[in-house]
Structures are given as structure tokens and as C-alpha cells.
């Protein structure tokens, strides 16, 4: 029985595959951060950081059997670009969202609002599994071996929890952040999309990473300014 799993998984353990689920692991964590962003932009709509914790972790469980499903079923998936056109479709309309919503008081416009956290969990899991459709080709394309993939994928969905994490934090403190992250949200859309219309128009690899990497380091370029309240001046008696 385990022979048949390790053989539908391709379980071949050699000398390279440390090396190939190290390249996976860090394929995942750089093609993360965009992801990460918009996770963490999407918990925020709760605006109730123990309840975005919780939209956090109960949507990347679901998120985690999705990318596990989509991983085993790669093969065939990749055999219908109706998957690759709802996800493009579905991520540039969360950018669409979010770039027509209306500016809030800092002049800065913001992600969808949910009332609670069942209505934050599928957007998460079903956004992670729009990305998902671009990671994992990527990953099998590196390795055909499924048990590195899932290895990677798993190790993958750990990062990008912490990672969601610290980005919720760093939304508060970076005013470009948020609109960065949509706008790297927009390019794998788009990746997604020509991939679609014609593979030969797919940009490589190290251009979206460089493109994304910049576009992130505008997202770090300005700090909030948070405004303290003035003290009042001190009253000085008037000796008569």
C-alpha cells in the first residue's frame, strides 16, 4: 500500500533533493509576499486584530487543503485555462475593489470590510488558491517529484501565515504598503491572464520577482505619520 502512495507521489529520495526543496521553499517565500500583503489586507477589513488572527488561521487551513488538492490534481488542471482565467479574473477584481473604494480619512483607499470572520475566511482561502494556480505550476516545473512539491507547499503555507502576520502590523506603520501589495496582486492577475491568451507572452520568472521587489521597496519608501496630541500650554500665575 505504501509503495502505491510513494509511487503516485514520486517518493524517489536522492542527493538532490535537498537542494530542489530548499530552491522550492525559497520559490514559495519569495512568490509569497505578494500573497502575504494581500491576506493581511483582507484580514484587516475586520478591523479587530484577534478576529483577523482568527480569519487568518481558520482561512489558511482551508487555503492549505486547497493548494494540496490543486498540487495532486496539477496535471490535470493545467489541462483547463478556464482555472488560470476565474483566478486572473478573481484577483484583478479584488484590485479593482480596492482601488474604487473610497479613500478614508488618511487619503488612502482600503481592502473589503466583513461584519465577521465567516465572512473573512473563503475570501482568504479562495485568494491564496488564486495565487496557488501560478506557484504551483511554477514548483512542479522544478521538480515533477509531488512529495517535494507538497513538502514545499506545506512549508510554504507556514511561512506565509508568519509572514501575513508581520505584514498586518506593517500596514499600520507604511502608508504605500497596502496600495503595493494590490498593485503586485494586479501582475500575477495579469501573468495569469496571458498565460490564457499565449504562453509566449508570459514575462519570465526574475522579471516579476524584480518587478514585485521594487514595487515593495515603494511600499517600505513612507512611514504613517501619526499625529500626538499637543500638549496644552501651562498656566502661570500672575502675582498681584
Same mark, same amino acid.
Given at each position: 500500500?505504501? &509503495?502505491?502512495?510513494?509511487? $503516485?507521489?514520486?517518493?524517489?529520495?536522492?542527493?538532490?533533493?535537498?537542494? !530542489? *526543496?530548499?530552491?522550492?521553499?525559497?520559490?514559495? /517565500?519569495?512568490?509569497?509576499?505578494?500573497?502575504?500583503?494581500?491576506?493581511? =489586507?483582507? =484580514?484587516?477589513? *475586520?478591523?479587530?486584530?484577534?478576529?483577523?488572527?482568527?480569519?487568518?488561521?481558520?482561512?489558511?487551513?482551508?487555503? $492549505?487543503?486547497?493548494?494540496?488538492?490543486?498540487?495532486?490534481?496539477?496535471?490535470?488542471? +493545467?489541462?483547463?485555462? +478556464?482555472?488560470?482565467?476565474?483566478?486572473?479574473? $478573481?484577483? *484583478?477584481?479584488?484590485?479593482? +475593489?480596492?482601488?474604487?473604494?473610497?479613500?478614508?480619512?488618511?487619503?488612502?483607499?482600503?481592502?473589503?470590510?466583513?461584519?465577521?470572520? *465567516?465572512?473573512?475566511?473563503?475570501?482568504?482561502?479562495?485568494?491564496?488558491?488564486?495565487?496557488?494556480? &501560478?506557484?504551483?505550476?511554477?514548483?512542479?516545473?522544478?521538480?515533477?517529484?509531488?512529495?517535494? !512539491?507538497?513538502?514545499?507547499?506545506?512549508?510554504?503555507?507556514?511561512?506565509?501565515?508568519?509572514?501575513?502576520?508581520?505584514?498586518?502590523?506593517?500596514?499600520?506603520?507604511? /502608508?504605500?504598503?497596502?496600495?503595493?501589495? $494590490?498593485?503586485?496582486?494586479?501582475?500575477?492577475?495579469?501573468?495569469?491572464?496571458?498565460?490564457?491568451?499565449?504562453?509566449?507572452?508570459?514575462?519570465?520568472?526574475?522579471?516579476?520577482?524584480? /518587478?514585485?521587489?521594487?514595487?515593495? /521597496?515603494?511600499?517600505?519608501?513612507?512611514?504613517?505619520?501619526?499625529?500626538?496630541? +499637543?500638549?496644552?500650554?501651562?498656566?502661570?500665575? !500672575?502675582?498681584?
Amino acid at each position: 500500500m505504501l &509503495d502505491r502512495i510513494f509511487d $503516485y507521489l514520486n517518493f524517489h529520495f536522492s542527493i538532490e533533493a535537498p537542494i !530542489v *526543496l530548499l530552491i522550492l521553499i525559497f520559490l514559495e /517565500a519569495v512568490l509569497s509576499a505578494d500573497n502575504a500583503i494581500a491576506l493581511a =489586507a483582507i =484580514a484587516q477589513g *475586520l478591523e479587530d486584530k484577534e478576529l483577523e488572527r482568527k480569519a487568518l488561521n481558520f482561512g489558511l487551513v482551508i487555503a $492549505y487543503v486547497l493548494r494540496i488538492t490543486l498540487i495532486l490534481t496539477a496535471t490535470w488542471v +493545467q489541462n483547463f485555462w +478556464q482555472f488560470e482565467l476565474l483566478g486572473a479574473a $478573481y484577483l *484583478l477584481w479584488l484590485v479593482f +475593489q480596492h482601488f474604487t473604494s473610497e479613500e478614508s480619512e488618511d487619503a488612502h483607499h482600503h481592502g473589503p470590510r466583513f461584519n465577521s470572520v *465567516l465572512q473573512a475566511i473563503p475570501v482568504i482561502a479562495f485568494t491564496d488558491l488564486a495565487f496557488s494556480l &501560478d506557484s504551483v505550476t511554477t514548483a512542479i516545473a522544478v521538480s515533477q517529484e509531488k512529495w517535494l !512539491v507538497l513538502t514545499g507547499a506545506t512549508i510554504g503555507i507556514i511561512t506565509l501565515r508568519f509572514m501575513a502576520g508581520l505584514f498586518i502590523r506593517w500596514l499600520d506603520e507604511y /502608508a504605500n504598503l497596502e496600495d503595493a501589495g $494590490y498593485i503586485t496582486v494586479s501582475f500575477v492577475g495579469l501573468r495569469l491572464l496571458l498565460k490564457v491568451i499565449n504562453d509566449d507572452l508570459v514575462p519570465p520568472e526574475w522579471l516579476m520577482i524584480t /518587478a514585485i521587489g521594487l514595487i515593495l /521597496a515603494w511600499g517600505f519608501s513612507k512611514r504613517t505619520v501619526t499625529t500626538l496630541p +499637543q500638549a496644552e500650554p501651562e498656566k502661570t500665575e !500672575v502675582s498681584k
